[in-house]
């Protein structure tokens, strides 16, 4: 190891921040249930909050849809900020932010209100989810980061699995806008228990500045972090969002129609603008060089956009199946939903410390592949399907994504520098995100195919199909569930075209 990387080492063991690594774990991961639940448990609400405030259908979608396309536009930009500002620092004001604006989404009186609502509460929630993992990352050594990430993506996880039924249950009980309040009490406490690791990280900071002084190589470029690119950082966004606004709203607009297509066709042309750009700048606000050095991180991000767009819509399809086709009412729903999430709080652990000994290439693509077993299991789901036969395929599910998640993500994090560990953790997410839109927009118009135009607005706000149409919408409902088994099994094959990490 170099001068400079034994130096890193030293100041990682000794930071204050890894001194106190299991209580900043418990704060990091606290935060990112609460941003990763927001999406997933408002899905479930949304039919109830658009007949409160007499939304339209395309109102409703951008409810939905105003989160997830903020957050996503924001996390590779915001991991530069945080690696500038800190990272702690960035998580801490994110979760400031996400409880104020939580309040104000609660409290909206129309849907132009709870729309620009929604858009601050995201600035909040990409400040967590781009920072949350990469602080964790940062404050372990790598005999333990395996066991932190699984705990911390335990988190991440569960906020994306648990929504749909917690959604549920809160509704069959309380009023909607207690799906927001009671994310505020959470926020502030993570807020207040993280006041003095504001001052440990500054302290940290200064000693990593002074370290990087002393050994700099006398003939070598350091990267002026003192701006961000702006211009990248622009262009990014707009790929981004030009891919992912058609994705969500195409249940209303159509895959045949100009508003679809022309945005998609705008995406690649300014993704092509993007990489022969950014390749020519000299500090760019996304390292394109790591996916030419390190092939694990290609191939892992890759197979966590296929992990997302496989399994991300499972949830609020089977939801709709339960409810729509088999006629359970919402708390029954979100009971038999809960099975998921229960295995993956007891798995997700034990895969991050499986991981720390075997490596990760074998146990993600065992992961994808009990996955696909899952979502094949669904796909044979007839119209009077016992619980024991949902809840045993939702288990197989949960079972898959805990054995993948952990391990793959040690792996992307492990495989590059501490210095981009921020920009790392944003990529990573950002790529989680588009597969969440890939599997709402795929998944779903197959799901929803078979109802003909009306059918967005079975998967998006609930309406419930005739009797006549619920063995359509079963049809449709087990054709998704294949396809989502074939991305499963191409993520598997993915995961293992990898070269393997040392343990």
């Known amino acids: 190891m170099s001068k400079a990387g034994l130096r890193a080492l030293e100041i990682q063991q000794t930071s204050e921040l890894s001194q106190r690594r299991w209580r900043l774990l418990v704060i990091a991961s606290i935060g990112v249930f609460l941003a990763t639940l927001d999406s997933s448990i408002l899905s479930v609400a949304l039919p109830v909050i658009s007949s409160d405030l007499q939304l339209t259908f395309s109102e409703a979608l951008w409810v939905q849809a105003s989160y997830l396309i903020v957050v996503t536009i924001l996390l590779i930009p915001i991991g530069r900020w945080g690696e500038r ?46 920072t949350s993992a990469a602080i964790v990352a940062a404050a372990f050594p790598s005999s333990e980061r395996g066991r932190a990430l699984g705990l911390n993506m335990m988190g991440s996880t569960l906020g994306q699995t648990v ?27 993570t807020v207040l228990a993280g006041w003095d690791l504001l001052g440990a990280e500054r302290r940290d900071r200064a000693a990593a500045r002074l370290a990087a002084a002393t050994t700099a190589d006398s003939a070598g470029h350091v990267a002026d972090r003192s701006r961000i690119d702006i211009r990248g950082a622009g262009l990014l966004g707009m790929v981004l969002a030009a891919l992912f606004v058609p994705l969500i709203f195409s249940p209303l607009w159509g895959w045949d129609s100009w ?89 997700t652990p034990l895969a991050g410390r499986l991981s720390d000994h075997l490596g990760s290439r074998g146990l993600s693509a065992a992961g994808m592949l009990v996955m696909a077993a899952g979502t094949g299991q669904l796909a044979l789901l007839s119209l009077s399907a016992p619980v024991s036969q949902v809840v045993g395929a939702l288990g197989t599910l949960g079972l898959g994504l805990a054995i993948f998640s952990t391990p793959n993500f040690s792996a992307i994090m492990g495989s590059v520098d ?86």
């Open 85 to 130: 500002h800190g990272l702690f620092f960035a998580y801490w004001l994110g979760n400031l932010l996400f409880g104020a604006f939580s309040v104000a989404v609660a409290l909206s009186w129309n849907g132009t209100f709870m729309i620009g609502a929604r858009v601050f509460q995201a600035i909040g929630g990409a400040l967590i989810i781009t």
């Open 163 to 189: 929504g749909p039924p917690l959604g549920g249950l809160i509704v069959a009980h309380m009023n909607w806008p207690w799906i927001f309040y009671i994310k505020v009490p959470v926020a502030a406490l």
């Open 259 to 347: 508003r679809t297509i022309g945005p998609l066709v705008s995406a690649v042309v300014l993704a092509v603008v993007f990489v022969f750009i950014e390749g020519r700048t000299r500090d760019p606000i996304l390292d394109l060089g790591l996916f030419k050095r390190s092939r694990v991180f290609a191939a892992a991000n890759t197979a966590s956009l296929l992990f997302m767009a496989s399994s991300y819509g499972v949830t609020i399809f089977t939801a709709v199946f339960l409810e729509v086709v088999q006629g359970r009412s919402a708390q029954s729903t979100g009971l038999i939903l809960l099975i998921q999430p229960a295995v993956m709080t007891i798995i």
């Open 418 to 503: 501490r210095s981009k560990l921020g920009v790392a953790s944003g990529l990573f997410t950002a790529s989680r995100f588009c597969g969440m839109g890939v599997s709402i927009a795929i998944l779903g118009a197959i799901a929803a195919s078979s109802l003909g135009p009306e059918g967005g607005r079975v998967i998006l706000l609930g309406t419930r199909a005739s009797l006549g149409n619920a063995e359509a919408f079963a049809t449709g409902y087990r054709e998704a569930m294949l396809v989502g088994t074939g991305i499963a099994v191409i993520g598997a094959l993915v995961s293992l075209v990898r070269e393997r990490q040392p343990a």
